[in-house]
């Protein structure tokens, strides 16, 4: 009896809020939501690329192109878009520059996908297909690198300038370039098996605000944007003792909640003239150790900073942390932590002075055990900046990265088209319907160099006709130097790119896109699209309501 009643009705398993999507609908939302991503960044490709303006919801605005900050910023609300965003930070801090790159081509390799599920190809044969073309163009980009020696230093700041081609930082790309190299020179150390190993970590980059960015320095040490405690004290030492602190120079305070009765001024004053003595003795203390510059990253009493002064030492408090753990690099010495065990052996040595508008501590190891470089970046404004600061960041990381892998490309597309023709005659060995999904793979990677001439102003189809001319002739490095609108020897033209972001852009671009293809059912314990999509213009094709702040932002 049961039985036959519950044939006539669906069985519910769901609460009433929930939502699924299932099968062709499930691909088609999952890689609708993934191309708007690729969409986003595609225009800021290249040295052509145009900038985007960021506004978060508290108004601060942020203007860049460089795709990871674009895709962070971004008010994404959607399960499968957060994926290829997660593209964009692999790639970050993997490789440190090709963020566009990899979104990109995961977004093409899903339009191309989509295609292939319209012609009833199982998803399970396209991921396959996908899997074996990335993998052999991983291969053939090993084959195509060509060996870079670290001391090539015109090599490697190619390398650096073709980074920051199309970023803020282009206009001094040259005089940045020269100061990178130099940084990552002098905290490149070589290993016993004859590798190269870069540790960025002693490389800081400080900013300042109302110069020019052709002012940038390279200096060795660390520069902390303090001004000392007190106007008596000295700001220049040839050679100091330097104590890094992390314990205030203050009264210390009851745990708990402690109330004083004051019945007459004697006791106020007794009061008073024992907190005084507190500070005193740890003044003294630091006094005893023979320090001259403190650098504490908790506060300092106003009345210490009174006893420090006559002491003729050099106090600077609110030290940010990681200032502290990088003057330690450079410095030497201790981080301090409790004030009561501190001695002489947790000094460091430096030089010590201010910088002629008297806004900056420049600080500069002394030992034979310090290290440590800071890149001094000026800018006109805060914006300006910031901008800088993101396409030096990337290039430190592009530059680490070659010389720590040893292997270079040449830019402007011609890795791309040529990987691309290696491809279509890789998929003539496989077979089944894998095969179109290698084609498919080898026709994604053309994105790049038509993309690159679109937002060039160039015309996309006829520059890749160009181009696969020039490869099918045999030119490896032909690619589109999009400054002359010609089709050339890139890498002679000094576009030059890392061989290991390409392999990590490859790879990752392929891997979410395969993620994606395996989903075919979306079950959501609310609403997959969030409300005001469609009010603010964000929801892209194909019911993706789920990134409605994206439409604001972009």
Do not use: W
Not at 189 to 207: H, K, M, P, Q, R
Not at 234 to 250: G, K, M, R
Not at 268 to 289: H, W
Not at 504 to 514: G, K, P, Y
Request: glycine content about 8%; aromatic content about 2%; overall charge negative.
């Amino acid at each position: 009896m049961s039985q036959r009643m519950q044939q006539g009705q669906p069985m519910i398993i769901m609460g009433e809020d929930a939502q699924r999507v299932k099968d062709r609908d499930a691909q088609e939302y999952n890689i609708s939501a993934a191309r708007a991503v690729a969409e986003a960044v595609r225009s800021t490709l290249g040295p052509k690329g145009m900038d985007k303006m960021l506004v978060d919801s508290m108004g601060d605005v942020t203007i860049t192109n460089d795709g990871v900050t674009i895709l962070k910023e971004m008010d994404i609300d959607n399960p499968t878009a957060e994926m290829i965003v997660e593209v964009a930070e692999t790639q970050e801090s993997e490789a440190g520059d090709g963020t566009t790159t990899a979104v990109a081509i995961a977004g093409e390799l899903l339009k191309n996908a989509e295609d292939l599920l319209e012609q009833d190809i199982h998803p399970t044969a396209i991921i396959k297909g996908f899997h074996l073309a990335s993998q052999k163009a991983r291969e053939e980009v090993d084959d195509i690198a060509e060996a870079v020696d670290p001391d090539d230093e015109e090599l490697v700041k190619k390398v650096a300038e073709t980074s920051m081609t199309g970023k803020s930082s282009e206009l001094n790309k040259e005089l940045l370039a020269e100061l990178i190299v130099d940084a990552v020179k002098q905290v490149t150390v070589e290993a016993d098996d004859g590798t190269y190993v870069v540790d960025l970590e002693n490389v800081s980059i400080e900013t300042q605000t109302g110069r020019s960015a052709s002012e940038s320095e390279l200096l060795n040490g660390a520069v902390i944007d303090k001004d000392p405690v007190h106007d008596d004290m000295p700001t220049e030492f040839d050679e100091a003792s330097v104590l890094l602190l992390n314990d205030p120079i203050e009264v210390e305070e009851a745990d708990v909640d402690t109330q004083v009765n004051i019945e007459s001024p004697d006791q106020l004053q007794k009061f008073l003239d024992q907190e005084e003595k507190q500070l005193k003795e740890k003044v003294e203390k630091i006094a005893a150790t023979d320090a001259d510059v403190v650098f504490c990253q908790k506060g300092i009493d106003d009345l210490a900073q009174h006893y420090l002064a006559k002491e003729g030492i050099l106090a600077v408090r609110r030290t940010k942390k990681s200032d502290i753990k990088f003057l330690k690099n450079v410095a030497g010495g201790n981080v301090v932590s409790d004030l009561d065990s501190v001695t002489e052996d947790d000094l460091g040595v430096a030089s010590i002075r201010r910088d002629e508008e008297g806004e900056l501590f420049y600080v500069e190891g002394l030992g034979d055990k310090t290290h440590g470089v800071t890149m001094l970046l000026r800018g006109s404004t805060d914006h300006v900046v910031d901008e800088l600061e993101r396409g030096v960041e990337d290039a430190l990381d592009v530059v680490a990265t070659t010389v720590s892998d040893g292997r270079v490309l040449a830019g402007g597309g011609a890795i791309e088209v040529e990987l691309a023709s290696r491809l279509r005659n890789y998929a003539d060995s496989v077979s089944g319907r894998e095969q179109l999904a290698v084609e498919a793979f080898a026709d994604a990677l053309e994105l790049v160099p038509r993309v690159l001439a679109e937002n060039a102003g160039l015309d996309s189809i006829d520059t890749l006709v160009d181009l696969r001319a020039a490869h099918e002739d045999g030119d490896v490095r032909a690619g589109l130097n999009v400054f002359t609108g010609n089709v050339e020897d890139t890498f002679e033209a000094g576009i030059v790119e890392p061989a290991h972001a390409k392999e990590q852009a490859i790879s990752s671009a392929q891997e979410a896109a395969n993620l994606v293809l395996k989903i075919d059912d979306i079950i959501a314990a609310g609403d997959l699209s969030t409300s005001g999509g469609d009010d603010e213009g964000g929801a892209p094709a194909g019911g993706m309501g789920g990134m409605g702040g994206m439409g604001g932002a972009m």
